[in-house]
């Protein structure tokens, strides 16, 4: 799953935000899904505290920023194979925190 994380300073919901429904998947994170489909939006963690994750599939259009890592590499899907220069981040344990902006 791709995600944008965006800092909270810029992010703002301008409709809808009663049809989110929001769970704590564990002590640290939050993750907020659409009431009425279902599909999954954001998550908040207190690894990154000062943004938000949005799903690159929730956002229409272009955004202002290429991809700037693979995060949990070791925890990904063994057939998932990708060539790129990205750097490729740890697992749980092993992710640091990408500098925004």
């Given at each position: 799953?791709?995600?944008?994380?965006v800092p909270n300073s810029q992010l703002r919901i301008l409709e809808g935000d009663h049809a989110l429904r929001r769970y704590a998947s564990s002590a640290p994170a939050r993750r907020s899904f659409?009431?009425?489909?279902?599909?999954?939006?954001?998550?908040?963690?207190?690894?990154?505290?000062?943004?938000?994750?949005?799903?690159?599939?929730?956002?229409?259009?272009?955004?202002?920023?290429?991809?700037?890592?693979?995060?949990?590499?070791?925890?990904?899907?063994?057939?998932?194979?990708?060539?790129?220069?990205?750097?490729?981040?740890?697992?749980?344990?092993?992710?640091?925190?990408?500098?925004?902006?």
């Open positions: 799953m791709t995600w944008v994380g659409c009431g009425q489909c279902g599909s999954m939006l954001f998550f908040e963690s207190e690894r990154w505290p000062a943004e938000t994750h949005i799903v690159r599939a929730a956002i229409q259009g272009d955004i202002d920023q290429a991809p700037a890592a693979h995060v949990y590499w070791d925890d990904r899907a063994t057939w998932m194979l990708l060539h790129d220069d990205l750097p490729k981040l740890g697992g749980v344990t092993g992710v640091e925190p990408l500098a925004v902006g």
